[in-house]
Structure formats: C-alpha cells, structure tokens
C-alpha cells in the first residue's frame, strides 16, 4: 500500500502553516521576553496587600 | 460540505496562497525603510531603551506598517489591476481575496498598536495607530484618487517611524523627532515625482490624478525643485539639533546640494532632451534620492555612536 503523493496544494499549505507555526513561535519568545525584561524591573509592580505601606501614610 | 467546497476551490484556484503571498500583502520592501529610520529615532533618542524593548517595539512598528500596505492593497485593488508594476500585487493577480488582505490588515493593525504600547508606552502606539490610520483611510481611501498632492500627503504616513521610535525611547515629542518627521515628509514629493516622470504609469487609466497628468510635465519637474529647496532648511536644521553634529552637518550639505544642482538640472531640461537620454538626470536623480535618505539617517547613527566616545555631537 503507497500513500498518493502529495499535492502541489498541500505543499504549499505545508509552507503557508509552518510559517504560521514559526511566526506564532516567534511572537510567544518575545511576549516573554518581554515579560521577563518589564518583571525584572518591577517599576509598576506594587502589592496592594496586607503589608503597611509607609509612602501611603498621610504624615 | 466544507470538504466539497474545499475541492470545488481547489480546482478554480489553482493558485492557493502561499506564505509568501501573504508577506507581499505587508510590503516587505516598504517595511524595511520603515524598520531603518525608526531604528534611527529609537537609538539617537536620548533615552536608551532596554535591547529586547528596542526589538519589539521596531517589530510592531514594522507590523503596523505592513498592516496598513496590506489595508492600502484591499482598498486600491482596482487601480493595482490597471497598472503594470502593480498588477501583480496578490490581490489583483488572485492568490488572495480582497477580503483576506482587509482581515489581514485589521487584525495586524490591532496587534501592533496594542503590543507597541505594551511593550513601550502608550503614545508610542497612538501615534501607530493614527499613522495607519492616516495611511489607509486618510490617503488610500480618500485624498490618493482625489488631489494631485497625493504623494505629499501620502508622504507623511512614511514620514512618521523615525517620531515614533523616538517616542518609544523618550515617551515624548520633540524638535528631533518632529524634524526627522519633516525630513522624510519633504524628501517624498522630489523621490517620487522623479520616478513618475520617467516611469510613466497609466495612472490617469487607473483614476489616479498624478501630477505629471493633472498639471503637466513641466510643472512637475518645477513642483521638484521646489520641494527640494524647502527639504534643505530641515535637513540643515535637522543637524544643528541635539541629534546632530559636526559630521551630521558636513553630510547634509554635502547630500542637500548635490539633490539641489539634481533638481535644478531636472527643472531646465524639457521633455524632448529627457527622452533623448532615456531620462538619465531624472533616474540618476531618483537613484541618488534613495542614497539620501540613507546616509541622512545613517549619519544621525554615526553621530550617536561617536558620542560615548566624545566625538559626536554639538
């Protein structure tokens, strides 16, 4: 029993969804990066918990 | 059912789209003179910005600006049918619908305003969102069928990458940015009326009102110097800023009077000595305007990276 060999149509879906695949890929590495690098920076990060916050008491 | 529909379009359509066309849709070749000047903005900006924030903010800026091309090609499908050097954009040549490039468009345009000014901040990706804006509905779909200052007007949507890679370093506007906006924005009509003189599309076919149609040949190679002489002060002008230098400057009025005596000698010469030389002054003066805008920009780099070493800059 032999497959059918592929199409020239499904090979360039094979192209069109592996660029897809790579750019989607691609997109999630920066997310992240970025999310590591604006983290790691902690400027807007402030926990508005059950901790006193000093700089928040009218003196 | 989809199955059916599936084989029905495989048989009319034998040219499925490919990746590739989808790529074309952004106008890669647009995009890399968009990732070149806001790369530009961005790293003169007095403010450094963090490698990986640089990265993505000149992806999204990049991505805004093909989202806009892909938008540009589903509104002007008709026209890029009629002429030449359009006709086999992937819209009017059938590998994708109209419909794809629009869809195409608008959900990059949301991708990248929102990611800029998550990545940025957000006036960043204001000013993404207006120049797409202003690209697709302002000049496509309004003033590029309309008014023979179309490429004026178009030349502003271009104009504003550098601004916004500045903005995405500094967070704010200033004489720099504002100036390397002008430079771009001057440079477009003299770039481009010198390619319509020698190119000679079938814009008046296609509805487009080129100036070299509406008001003649000869006021167009007059409309060329004179938005070559107003380029001057900015470019200049640009290069006593903060941004500039010594060397920023030398190279300005080196490349500004060279474009000067270019479009001087495109304005003295009719049409019947440009068709004897095949247009020599007029593709030599477009070849040399591309080199321009490349070595202004490039010298504001230069400029930028001799400072940490106390050679640049005033």
């Known amino acids: 029993m032999s497959f059918r060999p592929a199409h020239e149509i499904h090979k360039r879906r094979f192209g069109r969804n592996l660029g897809l695949g790579l750019v989607l890929g691609a997109f999630v590495a920066l997310v992240f990066a970025l999310t590591v690098v604006k983290v790691q920076r902690g400027e807007p990060m402030q926990g508005y918990d059950h901790v006193v916050q000093p700089e928040a008491i009218k003196q | ?314």
């Open chain 2, 1 to 314: 059912m989809s199955e059916s529909i599936t084989v029905e379009r495989i048989g009319e359509a034998p040219h499925e789209a490919s990746f590739n066309d989808y790529v074309q849709l952004l106008k890669p070749r647009v995009m890399s003179l968009v990732v070149f000047t806001a790369l530009v903005g961005l790293l003169v900006a007095p403010v450094p910005l963090h490698p990986v924030e640089a990265v993505a903010a000149i992806l999204f800026i990049a991505l805004g600006a093909g989202a806009s091309g892909a938008l540009n090609m589903w509104w002007d499908a008709d026209i890029d049918a009629v002429m030449k050097r359009t006709a086999r954009r992937p819209v009017p040549a059938g590998k994708v619908e109209g419909g794809e490039a629009l869809g195409l468009g608008v959900a990059l345009s949301g991708i990248s305003v929102v990611m800029l000014g998550l990545a940025t901040n957000v006036l960043a990706a204001g000013l993404l969102a207006f120049t797409i804006f202003f690209y697709a509905v302002v000049y496509s779909m309004w003033l590029k069928r309309l008014t023979p200052q179309n490429i004026v007007i178009g030349g502003a949507a271009g104009a504003f990458p550098p601004m916004i890679g500045w903005v995405c370093a500094t967070g704010s506007l200033s004489l720099e940015a504002v100036l390397m906006f002008a430079l771009i924005f001057m440079w477009t009509p003299p770039h481009f009326w010198a390619l319509a003189l020698f190119m000679k599309e079938d814009y008046h076919k296609a509805g487009v009102p080129m100036l070299t149609v509406t008001h003649g040949r000869k006021s167009t190679r007059l409309h060329i110097l004179v938005y070559t002489l107003l380029l001057v002060p900015v470019a200049v002008g640009a290069a006593l800023t903060s941004i500039g230098g010594p060397f920023t400057l030398a190279v300005a009025v080196a490349l500004n009077a060279w474009f000067v005596v270019g479009a001087v000698r495109i304005w003295r010469r009719d049409e019947v000595v440009a068709e004897a030389d095949k247009y020599a002054v007029e593709k030599a003066v477009f070849r040399f305007s591309l080199l321009y805008l490349f070595l202004h920009f490039g010298a504001f780099l230069v400029e930028a990276a001799l400072k940490p070493y106390g050679l640049g800059g005033w």
